[in-house]
């Protein structure tokens, strides 16, 4: 905590008076790391996009935020794992929460067009995130993260194949049978 203290410039009063606990500093400093990666991570669903594109967004968004900020995703992936029960009474919750309303409105509109498959948010989430949270350690302990141009290319349309309607699967593959 001291160390903390001094790199921002403020008396133990003020830090101790803000964050009383470690516990209460990690989660404050989990809670803006999130809200700056969902911030990251929501821009290619905005602006009426289509389903793939924002699903091939978001996978593509998520790699460039985790590559540019290996620092700021090991934290998450870390304090995720140490705080799990705890985030349920948390600002992180509501981070996380204010995320979720988004993007499960425009998954909800994407659905209505008939472009993706209806399902539980929970799988939906399960099905697109999943394998760039399972490489992200991997990512991350490079000294330099990077990820290879057909590894971004797979992970894209392997979201997008996964919750894509079979119409738009379909349609993605057979584009000359359009009417």
Same mark, same amino acid.
């Given at each position: 905590? /001291?160390?903390?203290?001094?790199?921002?410039?403020?008396?133990?009063?003020?830090?101790?008076?803000? @964050?009383?606990?470690?516990?209460?500093?990690?989660?404050?400093?989990?809670?803006?790391?999130?809200?700056? @990666?969902? =911030?990251?991570?929501?821009?290619?669903?905005? =602006? =009426?996009?289509?389903? !793939?594109?924002?699903?091939?967004?978001?996978?593509?968004?998520?790699?460039?935020?985790?590559? #540019?900020?290996? /620092?700021?995703?090991?934290?998450?992936?870390?304090?995720?794992?140490?705080?799990?029960?705890?985030?349920?009474?948390?600002?992180?919750?509501?981070?996380?929460?204010?995320?979720?309303?988004?993007?499960?409105?425009?998954? /909800?509109? !994407?659905?209505?067009?008939?472009?993706?498959?209806?399902?539980? @948010?929970?799988?939906?989430?399960?099905?697109? @995130?999943?394998?760039?949270?399972?490489?992200?350690?991997?990512?991350?302990?490079? #000294?330099?993260?990077?990820?290879?141009?057909?590894?971004?290319?797979?992970?894209?349309?392997?979201?997008?194949?996964?919750?894509?309607?079979?119409?738009?699967? #379909? !349609?993605?593959?057979?584009?000359?049978?359009?009417?």
């Amino acid at each position: 905590m /001291d160390l903390i203290r001094v790199a921002a410039g403020v008396s133990n009063g003020s830090l101790y008076h803000h @964050f009383p606990t470690k516990s209460q500093l990690a989660d404050a400093l989990y809670a803006h790391t999130l809200r700056e @990666f969902h =911030g990251a991570i929501s821009e290619p669903i905005s =602006g =009426g996009v289509g389903a !793939q594109a924002g699903v091939q967004g978001l996978i593509r968004a998520y790699i460039r935020w985790v590559v #540019t900020h290996p /620092d700021r995703a090991r934290l998450l992936h870390q304090l995720r794992r140490v705080n799990a029960v705890a985030q349920t009474q948390s600002d992180s919750a509501d981070a996380n929460q204010q995320a979720y309303t988004q993007l499960r409105q425009w998954v /909800d509109q !994407q659905v209505a067009a008939g472009d993706l498959r209806r399902m539980p @948010f929970a799988e939906w989430m399960a099905l697109v @995130f999943a394998p760039v949270l399972s490489l992200t350690p991997q990512w991350v302990a490079q #000294t330099r993260p990077s990820v290879p141009a057909r590894t971004r290319a797979n992970l894209e349309q392997g979201a997008w194949q996964a919750v894509a309607a079979q119409a738009a699967v #379909t !349609q993605a593959k057979h584009p000359a049978a359009q009417p």
